[in-house]
């Protein structure tokens, strides 16, 4: 589990994911959600 070592130093949006990558940055990702179903295709 992550660790908070700076609470407040990123402004957060809805919907995104923040992590730290390998060089030590923080990255903003949009989350994945369940998504939409989709129609069948026409013959």
Same mark, same amino acid.
Do not use: S, T
């Given at each position: 589990? *992550?660790?908070?070592?700076?609470?407040?130093?990123?402004?957060?949006e809805? *919907?995104?994911?923040?992590?730290?990558?390998?060089?030590?940055?923080?990255?903003?990702?949009?989350?994945?959600? *369940?998504?939409?179903?989709?129609?069948?295709?026409?013959?």
């Amino acid at each position: 589990m *992550g660790r908070i070592l700076i609470k407040g130093a990123v402004k957060r949006e809805k *919907g995104c994911m923040y992590y730290v990558d390998g060089a030590g940055n923080v990255c903003e990702a949009k989350m994945a959600r *369940g998504g939409k179903k989709k129609k069948k295709a026409k013959k």
